[in-house]
DNA sequence: TATAGAATTGTAATGATTACAAATTTATAA
DNA sequence: TTATAAATTTGTAATCATTACAATTCTATA
């Protein structure tokens, strides 16, 4: 918690305690967890939250790029990791895996037109669980 | 439009008319529109078109790989290239542009635990139009 | 012309996200 | 300490793209 305190403070974050439980529960689970998912995880820790303070939250750790958003179809996920990568939707069982692929840069016709703020390689189609399932 | 009763046919679609204007939209018109826009563009030639026809038509198309989904954050995207390509999503115009970028492969690793059936490769930033209005 | 099936339509429901104002907590100054 | 301002958190309502679903219209065939 020690550790987390700074890092918000590092990044300019008032390390209030909601915002340290928020982030201390994405740095524990690497699960790229929905909005819900978190607020229902940490419901009975903090008895008083919102939902609002969770989305509120998660804007401040992705203006300050602490966290970073995954637009899925169905919803928002969120991943502490920041670093480039991809991943892999099951859309069988919802899971979405980390792949370690970074997504290429642009050509460079493109790069002369776009400047690029952010990427998203985003795989879908079954897990191996899954399959086994048939 | 000849033709794309024949391609629709060929695809074991029914070629009704209504199809075949919203395919003929598609073709015409690469701009990856939204439902909303396929809907006010064939609105007056097609006075009784639903919106409801409008994604149950998109969706036929999809399942019989006529044309493909791209799911922005805020609404979904039609595409009737359906060859692996890339996009850059301009979050000052909201444009959508094609990148000649073929998503990478699974690497090893991953392609024995993932059957992929889709790839989204999106870059998100600012285009060249809006660089230059500051 | 009658009937079945397919296509189209209109309306209501869904659900994640956002807007926003009220309430609470925290920091700052008198 | 006490008062005041600012920041944070909360609860509720609004938004809006998408889906569900039943009713209607159209089409093909006997
Ligand atoms: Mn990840
Ligand atoms: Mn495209
Ligand atoms: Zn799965
Ligand atoms: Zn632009």
């Known amino acids: 918690m ?3 305190q700074n890092l918000l403070s590092h990044h ?8 340290m439980v ?6 524990d689970n690497h699960t790229h967890p929905t909005v819900d ?3 229902q995880a940490l419901a009975e820790e903090l008895p008083t939250l919102s939902k609002t303070t969770v989305y509120n939250t998660l804007k401040l ?3 300050h790029h602490l966290v970073r958003e995954i637009n899925l179809k ?10 480039p990568h991809a991943h892999f939707k099951c859309d069988r069982c919802d899971e979405l ?14 790069s002369e037109l776009f400047v690029v703020r952010d990427v998203q390689l985003l795989y879908h189609g079954v897990c191996r669980k899954c399959q086994k399932t048939t």
Not at 22 to 27: D, M, P, S, V
Not at 74 to 83: A, F, G, L
Not at 97 to 110: G, N, R
């Open 74 to 83: 169905e919803q928002k996920r969120y991943d502490v990791v920041t670093t």
């Open 12 to 19: 300019q974050i008032k390390p209030s305690y909601t915002r």
């Open 97 to 110: 895996y980390d792949v370690e692929i970074a997504p290429p840069s642009l050509d460079e016709k493109s």
């Open 22 to 27: 928020i982030f201390r529960y994405l740095r």
């Open 61 to 63: 750790f992705i203006d």
């Open 2 to 4: 020690e550790n987390i």
């Open 37 to 39: 998912e978190i607020y």
